[in-house]
């Protein structure tokens, strides 16, 4: 097996166990990036020399006996909205296109306090507004099972770079499924994290009530292992929570799984109904307890999310102004600028793209006078009907079966003229931002050379027994 | 649909600076979502709740302590601004002389 392809679990006993040092496996994969990425374009900054130096520090480690947390020495590619100190942090936009980060994001600190080596940083759709990546600013990704196709979005690069072996693990942000439906259309694993687990101090905020950090993984064990080492509570992040659940161990025969009736809608691929519906059945054959449910304002889900996210999204990119730092017309060599308006106009017409700048007039028209109550506080009342729907369900089942995307990774240029097209991928996915519960993608089958992903959602902070499931559907799916 | 003076009002509070053709194109583009959005009126609301977040917890508080600040960072955001005349951010005057 090539060093490129082993999951965490296995880099680090070979590591561990000598077979090969942490500077050749972090050289193995940069000698991958620089023969794959040209077709792939995972990547939008490359970090080789931070890669090769903290790889030096933890064969150094080694060679003393040191004992080795698990993530020490394996290399990772993270989205390129959360920040590492001195690196460039671009969130795929123009604005921010020479931005040197100044400090590390809560979760990167943590990670390298644990060892951890960066390759670099990935794609994404600008400020994670987008399902494909082709709203970078830079460039499209490429899926790595169909180069004429998307990766999905907005962790596009992540999940293409994990998918290529292009990395051994990488971080994405989810707001309505950006970490799920990548993780889908490139056929590895996507954790969307319960509201609250993982700190989001040091990611570039999109919609903040809403926003999770979360690991893109090649097997659910590695999931578990990277959700470990990040979330917690954070005092850099008020809305980060330790909460303790019990964990126990899943016996499949006491199980209770609900397949909500809505989520196998009219549009949905049939041959991702077939698969996902056959993923369902080997579950039901262990003995599991199958029951359809209903959570009967799903169909008011993504009315919801394209209120909340853009009313959110259009505060908070107020802050990229071209006067602190980013892209400023202050800066063109003509003086362009007659007063502090223009500065803020033209620093934002020229910074920001298309689908962002949708956004921001969405939300803000959302907001304003005489309309905030008609659409943003109506959106915020739907999406407590759409919390107690998960709430009610979960009073009788332990956890929620679905498809990941109604769609499978579609052509690049199919939906991108079409905002509201592009909006229908994520019909599956964004309840669960708005509800704040957990969700794990993973691959059950393909069609053709396209991978099609199953979705396990989660009662709040039960990740640990979703990786559980998500490991006995693993076994039984080879 | 929207007009296209709403349009350029929206643009103005938003601070974006919008060109001609932008504007009929987010006109029409705003409305066909915010016609999309339409759906959320037939929802039965009275009585309920709105949510915020998905977390019951509200009134986080820390001490109200000055931390020190690290002098690296601050040369380093020093650095960032587009315009500055020595340690001062730089911004285009907002009174008349």
Known sequence: ?478 | MISKEEVKHIAKLARLGLTEPEIEKFQRELSSILDYIEKLKEVDIKNVEPTSHTLKIENVFREDVAKKLDIEKVKKLIKAFPERENTFLKVKSIFRR
């Open chain 1, 1 to 478: 097996m090539k060093l490129c392809e082993l999951t965490i679990k296995q880099a680090h006993l070979g590591l561990k166990n000598q077979e090969f040092s942490a500077k050749e496996l972090t050289k193995a994969f940069l000698d991958e990036i620089s023969l794959k990425d040209k077709k792939i374009s995972s990547f939008l900054t490359q970090t080789k020399d931070l890669a090769l130096s903290q790889a030096e520090k933890v064969d150094e480690l080694i060679s003393r006996g040191k004992e080795l947390p698990i993530l020490a020495g394996i290399p990772m590619a993270l989205k390129d909205n959360i920040l590492v100190k001195d690196v460039k942090c671009t969130a795929g936009s123009e604005i921010l296109e020479n931005y040197i980060a100044i400090y590390d994001a809560t979760v990167i600190k943590k990670l390298k306090e644990k060892g951890a080596v960066i390759l670099g940083k990935t794609n994404m759709d600008e400020f994670a507004m987008g399902s494909s990546t082709e709203n970078s600013a830079f460039f499209p990704t490429k899926n790595p099972h169909d180069l004429t196709r998307v990766p999905g979005g907005s962790s596009g690069g992540s999940a293409a770079a994990v998918a290529a072996n292009l990395c051994c693990y990488a971080l994405g942000s989810e707001t309505g499924g950006s970490v799920r439906q990548p993780a889908s259309f490139c056929g590895v694993v996507g954790l969307k994290t319960t509201y609250g687990a993982v700190s989001r101090y040091g990611l570039i905020a999109m919609a903040s009530s809403l926003d999770q950090i979360g690991p893109i993984t090649k097997t659910v064990e590695d999931a578990k292992i990277v959700f470990d080492a990040i979330s917690g509570k954070d005092p850099l992040d008020s809305t980060s929570i330790e909460k303790q659940v019990p964990t126990f161990n899943l016996q499949p025969s006491a199980l209770r799984i609900g397949v909500p009736k809505e989520y196998f809608i009219e549009g949905i691929d049939p041959e991702i109904e077939k698969l996902v519906k056959e993923a369902i059945k080997k579950i039901e054959d262990l003995g599991v307890k199958i029951f359809e449910v209903s959570l009967p304002h799903t169909k008011y889900a993504l009315s919801t999310y394209y209120m909340v996210m853009p009313s959110e999204v259009s505060a908070n990119l107020a802050r990229f102004d071209g006067i602190k730092y980013g892209y400023s017309i202050t800066k063109s060599k003509e003086p362009r600028a007659k007063n502090l308006l223009d500065v803020y106009l033209k620093s934002r017409e020229e910074g920001f793209g298309n689908e962002v700048r949708r956004r921001i007039m969405l939300g803000t028209y959302a907001l304003s006078a005489g309309y905030y109550e008609a659409y943003y506080l109506r959106a915020q009342k739907v999406r407590t009907l759409i919390k107690e729907d998960f709430d009610k369900a979960f009073e009788k089942v332990d956890f929620l079966l679905t498809p990941v995307s109604p769609v499978l990774p579609f052509k690049i240029g199919e939906r991108i003229e079409d905002p509201l097209s592009m909006y229908l991928a994520d019909i599956l996915t964004v309840s669960v931002n708005l509800a704040g519960l957990p969700a794990l993608a993973i691959p059950c089958g393909k069609v053709g050379k396209l991978p099609v992903g199953l979705q396990i959602i989660g009662k709040p902070f039960y990740e640990d027994s979703l990786f559980q499931l998500g490991q006995i559907f693993e076994e039984i799916n080879e």
